[in-house]
């Protein structure tokens, strides 16, 4: 038993330790919106890369490996209690986006408006979240 217990709790404490350097949901939402420049009225919606939920009313857009956008939702609707992290839009020209189109969950009867879109400079943002990883690794764990 005492065998098993060990690998148990270092284990444990490896999921801990992993937990605490994750950045909170403000934070994160705090530097999207530092490397954010102006809004825009709409955006070329071609093929996306994927999503990224940053809260209930934020979500980044990946069109291109290079091309990033921060849209600003106008309620909470992306707390994915359906269990599907599946984003879709509902949009009036399917080869653009505005700020009339709505972001659905699968699964879900609520949609939310599009209220801002805004470009993120993805090398400045990539650049920054290297340095807040390095910093969190140099920390001392809190155990």
């Not at 600003?72 to 359906?82: D, I």
């Not at 969950?105 to 400045?124: E, F, M, N, W």
């Not at 390095?134 to 155990?143: F, H, L, N, V």
């Amino acid at each position: 038993m005492k065998t098993l217990l060990l690998p148990l709790l270092v284990t444990l404490g490896l999921v801990a330790g992993c937990a605490s350097t994750r950045p909170s949901d403000a934070d994160r939402l705090a530097l999207y919106e530092a490397h954010a420049g102006a809004p825009v009225n709409q955006i070329r919606y071609v093929d996306p890369m994927g999503w990224d939920r940053i809260d209930d009313q934020h979500v980044v857009l990946m069109m291109r490996p290079n091309e990033s956008w921060l849209l600003t939702l106008s309620g909470p609707c992306l707390g994915w209690s359906t269990g599907s992290p599946f984003l879709g839009l509902s949009s009036f020209n399917g080869m653009s986006l505005s700020r009339l189109d709505k972001v659905i969950v699968s699964g879900s009867q609520v949609s939310c408006l599009i209220q801002q879109i805004r470009p993120l400079d993805v090398k400045a943002l990539r650049a920054a979240e290297g340095a807040l990883r390095e910093r969190a690794a140099a920390q001392p764990s809190g155990t």
